[in-house]
């Protein structure tokens, strides 16, 4: 199953969540659809937990709206050779590549501790009391038979 994640095409996906194989000149790329998610642009600055998961329910570009991204999705995303392609692709269309330096936030409710996964897919625990800043990616589940 990681050899068709791998080889799985992504598309550019534009307002309105209209989307392309291919860059649309005049147009401004707002994410990557890539295996069944769409994954927006990074916040423009790193979040605690709870912001995070405000920003990216606020985002509503897509029905549902867009979460912080399953562990999985994240997993997949963090691969070597998906990051590879997913970051020639953002760095193609203007979009922020995925970070290989600092973790993202994943969504999961927490129970003792908030956790994020970073690009060595590592998933780094925190406690509650402590308020760290991570990357922040807003992530939709997107069918494309919708």
């Known amino acids: 199953m990681e050899n068709i994640q791998e080889k799985s ?3 550019i996906v534009y307002q309105g969540l209209k989307m392309s194989e ?30 995070a998961k405000k920003y990216c ?37 203007g979009l922020i590549p995925l970070a290989s330096d600092t973790p993202y936030w994943f969504d999961q409710e927490p129970k003792n501790c908030y956790k994020a996964v970073g690009a060595d897919l590592r998933i780094w625990s925190v406690s509650m009391g402590i308020h760290p800043l991570y990357r ?5 589940l997107y069918s494309l038979q919708s």
């Open 9 to 11: 095409p992504m598309l």
């Open 22 to 51: 291919t860059p649309i000149e005049g147009k401004n790329a707002i994410g990557i659809w890539v295996n069944g998610v769409i994954v927006f642009d990074e916040a423009p600055r790193k979040m605690g937990y709870t912001n």
């Open 57 to 93: 329910r606020s985002y509503r570009k897509s029905k549902p709206y867009a979460t912080m991204g399953a562990k999985e999705v994240w997993k997949m995303l963090l691969r070597n050779k998906m990051r590879e392609a997913f970051n020639k692709l953002c760095e193609t269309v």
């Open 136 to 140: 922040v990616r807003p992530v939709a």
